[in-house]
């Protein structure tokens, strides 16, 4: 039978719920459990697509995509004929864009999952209206509960059923005590009360500020959380104390007292370097054995910790240090980009390297074109993905300085687009080379939106999107450092490079290094020639990069820039 595990927070946003769930999750797995996990977001956006990567983060791509069907659920669609005779209009969702904890997740648990685990209130309540209106509650007044509830729990429990996994976890969105939050802690409740009290439990996740002043830690905020947690009917079996500091013993007992929680349930989570070690201080505390054994009432077998503390060892004591630039225009918090963070920090590490990164606004070099010979001091450029034609003049401007002063250069999606884009002017003599994204009526547009994107209007869920075959060109770089013929890599994008463009860029050294399937979509692009050293890649390699299996494009990129640093050393 699958437990379920709950996972709130309480104090602030952003304390690092998804590392603590993804951490939970590893705990199982030391002990050979299957393991899923939900994350469930209260905002009214049917996916976070059209969400600003500076307000909410970076969105996150899944392999698969999901045609979400709102009156009928994930594995009903039977009816979508007679949906669309009703209705007038296709009410299918493509949904394979998702909240950017899935990518935590994913790299913590070495699995890819399905974009129906990311539960949003846009789409419970467009189920449970379009059901209204389908008939499904005939007679009967529709409201939060039961019906919004029953509708929470149905799509947990389906997805644990579809998963088939040993154990589900899944995380609140928000903060208790949040309005929007309120319907899905009520479903937990319930949830808890349907199921036997060994199937479930109940984890929230806390901040426990450092007074400066007393030094010492302060645990008021964390039992006014647990009390407004009290009120709602959740009593929490597990309180996670995140802290700038490990949690004495003596705060430990404090909240054990306050929050009615075993001293042993009461768990430290204090500032790392490195995330993934979390799941190490869990097992430190003795947290697997609480929760699995004395919780669930599952018997496991002896937790092995051997490979991940040998991972662990990789990131602690690099041998070489590089400093990577990464010119854009969400840099305003660092969750833009938390994947391409990552995956650099993965094949650092499998280099015996540690990646300083340092987030550069590029506008200010539309202002000053001198400013961006500051890119000099780093040991390799990283254009980053993004929309828009804000800030897109001094990306292109980044990328030719890349090309004049041969830093080796990984363009990502936008990226690759913005090296085509400077390619073309500083070698084809097209001055005005653009992407018709940026710059609609350009006389060049060597950038333009694939074919079938021309009549499209919507705007969630209608760009080209998850696992694509990419086709790679024998003796480019990116099938030596594949290895194969083809892979399978996640895309997320509107515009490509124009391949009458593209071929007259060929006689100038550049290389067409993949194609897709039907040989018209330009995947990636090469330029490897007199020093320089700079690959476009249209999908986001970042987005299957894991610990202990870096992605070859990043890894080749990092090993090109640790090369280069030694060699000019």
Same mark, same amino acid.
């Given at each position: 039978m699958t437990k379920f595990i709950f996972?709130?927070?309480?104090?602030?946003?952003?304390?690092?719920?998804?590392?603590?769930?993804?951490?939970?999750?590893?705990?199982?797995?030391?002990?050979?459990?299957?393991?899923?996990?939900?994350?469930?977001?209260?905002?009214?956006n049917v996916d976070p697509g059209t969400l600003n990567p500076i307000e909410h983060g970076e969105v996150f791509i899944t392999e698969e995509v999901w045609d979400f069907v709102p009156s009928m659920g994930p594995n009903r669609k039977d009816d979508i004929d007679d949906l669309n005779t009703a209705y007038g209009k296709k009410q299918v969702y493509r949904i394979c864009e998702i909240d950017q904890d899935f990518g935590t997740y994913e790299r913590f648990l070495d699995k890819n999952l399905h974009p129906s685990s990311n539960i949003t209130s846009g789409q419970v309540y467009l189920s449970v209206i379009l059901q209204e209106r389908y008939g499904e509650y005939l007679g009967r007044?529709?409201? *939060?509960?039961?019906?919004?509830?029953?509708?929470?729990?149905?799509?947990?429990?389906? #997805?644990?059923?579809?998963? &088939?996994?040993? =154990?589900?976890?899944?995380?609140?969105?928000?903060?208790?005590g949040d309005i929007e939050a309120m319907p899905y802690l009520e479903a937990v409740r319930q949830f808890r009360l349907e199921e036997p009290k060994e199937n479930t439990a109940l984890v929230h996740v806390t901040l426990i500020p450092y007074s400066e002043a007393v030094g010492e830690l302060k645990t008021k905020p964390t039992q006014h959380s647990v009390k407004t947690l009290l009120s709602l009917g959740l009593q929490p079996d597990?309180? *996670?104390?995140?802290?700038?500091i490990e949690l004495t013993e003596q705060v430990r007992q404090k #909240?054990?007292?306050?929050? &009615?929680?075993? =001293?042993?349930?009461?768990?430290?989570?204090?500032?790392?370097?490195?995330?993934?070690?979390?799941?190490?201080?869990?097992?430190?505390?003795?947290?697997?054995?609480?929760?699995?054994?004395?919780?669930?009432?599952?018997?496991?077998?002896?937790?092995?910790i051997s490979k991940w503390e040998e991972l662990i060892e990789k990131y602690k004591n690099p041998k070489h240090s590089l400093k990577i630039a990464m010119p854009g225009k969400y840099t305003l918090i660092t969750d833009s980009y938390v994947s391409i963070n990552e995956a650099l920090k993965h094949a650092a590490a499998h280099l015996d390297s540690k990646i300083k990164i340092e987030w550069i606004?590029?506008?200010?070099?539309?202002?000053?074109?001198?400013?961006?010979?500051?890119?000099?001091g780093y040991d390799g450029i990283l254009m980053t993905p993004g929309f828009g034609e804000r800030g897109v003049e001094g990306m292109i401007l980044a990328a030719r300085h890349a090309i004049q002063a041969k830093i080796p250069f990984l363009g990502i999606c936008y990226g690759a687009q913005i090296l085509f884009c400077a390619f073309c002017r500083e070698f084809l003599g097209l001055d005005k080379a653009a992407s018709t994204e940026f710059v609609p009526e350009t006389c060049d547009p060597v950038v333009d939106l694939l074919p079938e994107q021309k009549k499209i209007k919507d705007k969630g869920g209608t760009m080209r999107l998850g696992g694509q075959e990419i086709y790679f060109k024998e003796g480019s770089i990116l099938h030596d450092v594949y290895e194969v013929p083809k892979?399978?890599?996640?895309?997320?994008?509107?515009?490509?490079?124009?391949?009458?463009?593209?071929?007259e860029a060929q006689q100038k050294g550049l290389?067409?290094?993949?194609?897709?399937?039907?040989?018209?979509?330009?995947?990636?692009?090469?330029?490897?020639?007199?020093?320089?050293?700079?690959?476009?890649?249209?999908?986001?390699?970042?987005y299957k990069s894991r610990p202990a299996r870096p992605s070859p494009v990043y890894l080749a990129f990092v090993k090109k820039c640790l090369e280069k640093k030694i060699q000019s050393s």
């Amino acid at each position: 039978m699958t437990k379920f595990i709950f996972v709130t927070g309480g104090v602030m946003s952003a304390i690092g719920k998804g590392v603590t769930t993804a951490s939970l999750g590893k705990l199982f797995q030391f002990r050979n459990y299957d393991v899923s996990a939900i994350k469930i977001d209260p905002y009214l956006n049917v996916d976070p697509g059209t969400l600003n990567p500076i307000e909410h983060g970076e969105v996150f791509i899944t392999e698969e995509v999901w045609d979400f069907v709102p009156s009928m659920g994930p594995n009903r669609k039977d009816d979508i004929d007679d949906l669309n005779t009703a209705y007038g209009k296709k009410q299918v969702y493509r949904i394979c864009e998702i909240d950017q904890d899935f990518g935590t997740y994913e790299r913590f648990l070495d699995k890819n999952l399905h974009p129906s685990s990311n539960i949003t209130s846009g789409q419970v309540y467009l189920s449970v209206i379009l059901q209204e209106r389908y008939g499904e509650y005939l007679g009967r007044t529709v409201q *939060i509960i039961p019906h919004v509830t029953d509708e929470i729990k149905r799509r947990i429990r389906q #997805i644990a059923e579809k998963d &088939n996994s040993d =154990v589900v976890i899944t995380e609140i969105g928000g903060t208790v005590g949040d309005i929007e939050a309120m319907p899905y802690l009520e479903a937990v409740r319930q949830f808890r009360l349907e199921e036997p009290k060994e199937n479930t439990a109940l984890v929230h996740v806390t901040l426990i500020p450092y007074s400066e002043a007393v030094g010492e830690l302060k645990t008021k905020p964390t039992q006014h959380s647990v009390k407004t947690l009290l009120s709602l009917g959740l009593q929490p079996d597990i309180i *996670i104390g995140r802290a700038k500091i490990e949690l004495t013993e003596q705060v430990r007992q404090k #909240i054990s007292l306050y929050c &009615n929680v075993p =001293v042993q349930g009461v768990i430290s989570n204090p500032e790392l370097s490195i995330i993934y070690e979390l799941p190490l201080i869990f097992e430190k505390f003795n947290l697997g054995t609480y929760l699995i054994h004395d919780l669930l009432q599952m018997v496991p077998p002896k937790p092995d910790i051997s490979k991940w503390e040998e991972l662990i060892e990789k990131y602690k004591n690099p041998k070489h240090s590089l400093k990577i630039a990464m010119p854009g225009k969400y840099t305003l918090i660092t969750d833009s980009y938390v994947s391409i963070n990552e995956a650099l920090k993965h094949a650092a590490a499998h280099l015996d390297s540690k990646i300083k990164i340092e987030w550069i606004d590029a506008e200010p070099f539309e202002k000053d074109r001198s400013k961006v010979s500051v890119l000099s001091g780093y040991d390799g450029i990283l254009m980053t993905p993004g929309f828009g034609e804000r800030g897109v003049e001094g990306m292109i401007l980044a990328a030719r300085h890349a090309i004049q002063a041969k830093i080796p250069f990984l363009g990502i999606c936008y990226g690759a687009q913005i090296l085509f884009c400077a390619f073309c002017r500083e070698f084809l003599g097209l001055d005005k080379a653009a992407s018709t994204e940026f710059v609609p009526e350009t006389c060049d547009p060597v950038v333009d939106l694939l074919p079938e994107q021309k009549k499209i209007k919507d705007k969630g869920g209608t760009m080209r999107l998850g696992g694509q075959e990419i086709y790679f060109k024998e003796g480019s770089i990116l099938h030596d450092v594949y290895e194969v013929p083809k892979a399978v890599e996640r895309f997320r994008h509107r515009y490509h490079i124009i391949t009458r463009y593209a071929e007259e860029a060929q006689q100038k050294g550049l290389v067409i290094s993949s194609y897709d399937k039907t040989g018209t979509i330009i995947n990636s692009i090469e330029y490897v020639k007199d020093g320089n050293w700079m690959i476009g890649v249209q999908f986001h390699p970042e987005y299957k990069s894991r610990p202990a299996r870096p992605s070859p494009v990043y890894l080749a990129f990092v090993k090109k820039c640790l090369e280069k640093k030694i060699q000019s050393s």
